[in-house]
DNA sequence: AAATCGGGGTA
DNA sequence: TACCCAGATTT
């Protein structure tokens, strides 16, 4: 067994660790607690180099909470696309209204008022008030999490139960100081750096002599893999419709569930041919479509779906677009929050010329094949 | 406790 | 391909 070392010997090795080793990043060099939150919330199951354009961007447009409590939300949505879990802006705008209205503005202090908030959850609540506003709180990532389990020797699941809750026990233990912000940072930037899921450097850790996981080798079983239910297969038509020759149809998809608030090509269920994709069209959406024909096929893989995509593209649609509806010019698509799916849909069924006009906003992956 | 919610990087 | 990422929320 490793040595159980005093509380106060491991939070010096981390923090003296974090001093000489912190990554510079942007919301780093600030200690605005709007800036923290945003960052916070922007990281949520999101990675630091995917995050890092998106919230220099945010910051600079929206500097404030009072600023996001006013902003068009489709003006967000926009900003958030490509982000992915889309409930996180529409979360956000709603607690700024809260913070506006309950709190003057301030993002509050405490644990207990933070996690009132829509969007933050322990974690977001710990963080933001541990490193924006020095309280002596846990912030338990998946960083954190795994290479506490490792430190303390925790065996078995730590996501729940009994396992997540001796995590958030040392984790309380050890945020219980006077530099709360930068031990949680610590352990997260350990994680990040060294403590690495599947080949973790233990020769530039600090605390590997106090390491219960390095004393017995078993770094790369605790925690153990997490299994992950299989993805389930789906079948889906989107219905494209250019009108004028410049403007487009979406359809905004409800708050709650899949693409909340996001604008999309009209979706159809299974994979319909021309015809059965006009009569879907006017069960579904009480629309007629004519001139049907197939554009384009694509395949998309979200954490729990695999989604086979087909493109149909048409004439006809509303006579007026209403309710969840509208027409979108190809020049003002920028101006709406959009899916990664359905920019992949757009750039692989538009014309080339249509797609030279369409302001759709750069995404990594953009494979697709012409149907 | 389990399911759901994006999208992409990495081995 | 499989796992994971500065998680939150609903069922």
Redesign the pocket.
């Known amino acids: 067994m490793a040595k159980r070392v005093p509380a106060p010997l491991l939070r010096r090795a981390l923090v003296a660790w974090y001093t000489a080793n912190r990554r510079d990043?942007p919301?780093?060099r600030t200690s605005d607690p709007y800036a923290v939150w945003v960052?916070?919330v922007m990281?949520?199951?999101?990675?630091?180099?995917?995050v890092i354009p998106y919230y220099e961007r945010f910051l600079e447009r929206w500097p404030t909470v009072e600023a996001l409590a006013d902003a068009d939300d489709d003006d967000v949505r926009a900003a958030w696309s490509?982000?992915?879990?889309?409930?996180r802006a529409n979360?956000m705008l709603a607690a700024a209204a809260q913070i506006v209205r309950d709190h003057g503005g301030a993002l509050p202090h405490d644990v207990d008022a933070l996690v009132k908030l829509?969007?933050?959850?322990?974690?977001?609540?710990g963080a933001v008030a541990s490193i924006a506003y020095g309280k002596r709180a846990p912030a338990v990532?998946?960083?954190v999490q795994?290479t506490l389990a490792r430190i303390f020797g925790i065996d078995g699941d730590v996501t729940?139960?009994p396992g997540s809750k001796a995590v958030w026990n040392q984790a309380a233990i050890l945020a219980n100081c006077d530099e709360p912000g930068d031990l949680n940072?610590a352990l997260?930037?350990l994680?990040?750096l060294v403590c690495t899921?599947?080949n973790p450097a233990c020769e530039q850790c600090p605390v590997r002599t106090d390491c219960v996981a390095y004393a017995e080798g078993r770094q790369t079983s605790i925690p153990p893999?997490?299994?992950?239910?299989k993805k389930?297969e789906v079948e889906l038509t989107m219905v494209l419709i250019v009108r004028h020759g410049d403007h487009l149809l979406l359809e905004r998809q409800p708050d709650?569930?899949?693409?909340?608030g996001l604008w999309c090509l009209p979706m159809l269920e299974g994979h319909l041919d021309p015809a059965g994709a006009a009569d879907e069209a006017l069960r579904r959406h009480g629309f007629e479509l004519d001139g049907v024909e197939e554009a384009a096929e694509l395949e998309?893989?979200?954490?729990?779906?695999r989604l086979r995509i087909r493109i149909v593209r048409a004439h006809g649609g509303p006579a007026r677009a209403s309710g969840a509806m509208k027409w979108i010019a190809l020049e003002a698509l920028e101006d709406y929050g959009i899916?990664?799916?359905t920019v992949r849909a757009l750039r692989a069924a538009l014309t080339p010329d249509e797609r030279a006009r369409a302001t759709l906003k750069d995404?990594?992956?953009a494979g697709a094949r012409p149907g």
């Open positions: 990043l919301w780093r960052s916070e990281l949520q199951q999101t990675r630091v180099d995917t490509g982000l992915g879990y889309y409930r979360s829509p969007g933050f959850g322990r974690y977001t609540a990532d998946g960083n795994r729940s139960g940072q997260i930037e994680g990040a899921p599947r893999p997490r299994v992950r239910a389930k709650d569930g899949l693409f909340g998309a893989i979200l954490t729990h779906r899916p990664t799916v995404r990594r992956n």
